[in-house]
């Protein structure tokens, strides 16, 4: 199991960043740090994808810069609901600066997003299911932890994708290889960044994977909030 005590960082850094500014943010790490530089253009995908290669652990944290950890202990949380078998990637639940929901997995019924978008964090859903640890379709890799072989052999993050919807193709990719996704409201992180989805990357997973659009085995029903307005 991955530990405080036992980690090393990877950072993926744009060729954009200077050496001094690279020297600062790594004083700020407290454990060993392999830096991997990337050239030319530098995407989500990229980045995730260079990290994952320079990785010499079974398993590895994905953390984006714009994510900022509320809770202790939360390396050792995600990362016991590893040992479950065929399970791929687990994340914790993301919430905006008011700790309203962004995303408590992902859900592809009736058409892909973020379940439990915009609801309060008091509000468990329907049946409790925001209370739980539990499976579903696919999570955020904003901050997750994954089996890294596992992601390697579907070949990581596409770079097809503009959008959050890679994690949707993530998603699928994964599924379709048979291991499963765990979102856990055990941790709670905040994204301080926009969880979009553009046109074009809408077309193109509906291009790849529309035969789940509608038919998520995990989420058969609306999970967002629906707040009424005036007219």
């Known amino acids: ?43 989500y995908s990229q980045a995730v994808n260079a ?8 398993h590895a944290v994905l953390l984006d810069q714009f994510c900022d950890v509320i809770d202790s202990n939360w390396i050792e949380t995600l990362t016991s609901y590893m040992q479950r078998d065929s399970v791929a990637i687990v994340a914790p639940v993301l919430v905006d600066q008011f700790g309203i929901t962004l995303s408590s997995g992902l859900g592809l019924t009736p058409e892909p997003h973020d379940i439990g978008r915009d609801r309060h964090p008091n509000d ?14 696919g999570v955020r890799t904003r901050c ?8 390697k052999a579907v070949g990581g993050l596409s770079r097809d994708y503009d959008s959050g919807l890679v994690d949707f193709d993530l998603a699928c990719k994964l599924h379709e290889s048979g291991k499963h996704a765990i979102i856990t409201p055990l941790v709670k992180v905040r994204l301080f960044d926009d969880l979009r989805m553009t046109d074009d990357g809408q077309r193109t997973f509906a291009s790849r994977w529309g035969r789940y659009i509608g038919n998520d085995p995990y989420t058969r029903f609306e999970t967002r909030s629906r707040v009424l307005t005036q007219a």
């Open 144 to 151: 997750a932890v994954v089996d890294v072989a596992s992601l």
């Open 124 to 137: 468990f859903g329907p049946v409790g299911m925001f209370a739980i640890a539990r499976e579903c379709f």
């Open 51 to 58: 990290g994952l290669v320079a990785c010499t652990t079974p």
């Open 1 to 43: 199991m991955l530990f405080r005590s036992n980690f090393s960082v990877v950072f993926v850094a744009s060729e954009r960043v200077n050496d001094g500014e690279l020297d600062d943010i790594c004083a700020r790490f407290e454990r060993p740090t392999d830096v991997v530089r990337l050239s030319g253009e530098f995407s």
